[in-house]
């Protein structure tokens, strides 16, 4: 397969795998955040009723388990193509 083909192949991968990444990685907050112990709804950034810290630290781990999941998820896909294509995809 071309390296065209395999770039085609993989833009309605990618497209799939990054709305599932960003599902897991909303289920994993939410889990995360339970455990750490602040209820069950992470506050949002004009919450009146919680502190900057608060807010800040949710908005670090979000973002830091998007991210990861994210990567792994795309990563995941590549290593698909590849394996199907036998090219990674650019």
């Known amino acids: ?18 709305v599932g990444a960003g599902l897991v990685s ?3 907050f939410k889990q995360l955040w339970k455990i750490a112990g602040h209820g069950d709804d992470a506050p ?3 919450d ?4 900057w810290g608060e807010i800040l630290a949710a908005a ?3 973002g830091a388990v998007f991210a990861v999941v994210k990567a792994s998820v795309d ?9 199907a294509t036998g090219r ?3």
């Open 44 to 46: 949002n950034a004009t």
């Open 26 to 28: 909303g289920l994993v």
């Open 75 to 83: 990563r995941a896909g590549a290593v698909a193509v590849r394996r």
């Open 60 to 62: 670090a781990l979000q």
């Open 88 to 90: 990674w995809p650019d």
């Open 1 to 18: 397969m071309s390296n065209w083909a395999a770039k085609v192949a993989y833009k309605p991968v990618g497209l799939l795998l990054g």
């Open 48 to 51: 009146e009723d919680r502190g």
